[in-house]
Nanobody, 118 residues
């Protein structure tokens, strides 16, 4: 079973930055997806950013609302993904969940709260 450890949430002012990190305890195979989803109060969980890893290649995907502001990166040696969040807006306030998934397994972290407020 893959365990996910998240860190980096907190309170930030509008226009500020935060970096989230998520480390997986292991990988299952060389083809997987790992990234971030978020859920705001009263809303459905939505894609923030993910990295699709296929052997030695990777591709990043972003939700429309964060394109140009957020950047996902990966440290393969530590099985860690980072989410650099810049120019944060109040509407980015949500619980951010790390996810590791393939066509056969689907693991979620416990979530970390990001609050954007003055």
């Amino acid at each position: 079973q893959v365990q996910l450890v998240e860190s980096g949430g907190g309170l930030v002012q509008p226009g500020g930055s935060l970096r989230l990190s998520c480390t997986a305890s292991m990988t299952i195979g060389s083809i997987y997806n790992m990234g971030w989803f978020r859920q705001a109060p009263g809303k459905e969980r939505e894609l923030v950013a993910t990295v699709s890893v296929i052997k030695n290649a990777e591709r990043a995907d972003y939700g429309d609302s964060v394109k140009g502001r957020f950047t996902i990166s990966r440290d393969n040696g530590r099985i860690t993904v980072y989410l650099q969040m810049n120019r944060l807006k109040p509407e980015d306030t949500a619980v951010y969940y790390c996810r590791y998934y393939t066509g056969f397994v689907d693991y979620w972290g416990k979530g970390t709260l990001v609050t954007v407020s003055s």
